[in-house]
């Protein structure tokens, strides 16, 4: 608020699923409103159709005749509004609660996405060490198997000292 600092960014990683994490770079200020709507939350406001997935349906393919009629009747979403208290009181309010959110869901995804890591770490480690097992065994059992062969070759041949 003071303007000693230019930009705060936050580097973490965003967890999508067990085996895939994003390193994730977000910008916390300046705040970016161009940024924090995206395609998905932008919303027509001259409309009285409520949810985006309706307006793209509408725009693609068109309005009845007399929808339009009765469309012209009601007002639109985005009246004049009156914000109280005073929209700066409201924004000093609110972007302190914002930021720490962002920061908060961040250590949520970071701590998510280390538990993950670990997780597919130790199951890497226990396929591993069950692979190395299966060789082992292997092995062992054809030594023991060598060595019963050798002995018994001692035996049938006569070569056995007694």
Known sequence: MEGE?????????????????ILTRKTLL????EAELTENKERE????VATKKSQDYLKKHGQQSEEKKNLQ?????NDNFIVEPSLKKVLTSL???QLHLMVYTALLDSNASEHAARMVAMQTATDNADELLRNLKLQYNK????????????????TVNN
């Open 45 to 48: 406001l001259t409309s009285i």
């Open 95 to 97: 972007i302190p609660r």
């Open 73 to 77: 009747d009601l007002r639109p979403l």
């Open 30 to 33: 300046p705040i970016d409103l």
């Open 5 to 21: 600092v230019d930009k705060v960014e936050l580097i973490y990683h965003h967890f999508k699923s067990a085996g895939s994490q």
């Open 143 to 158: 030594s023991r198997q060598a060595a019963i062969t050798s002995e018994l070759l001692d035996i049938v041949g006569g």
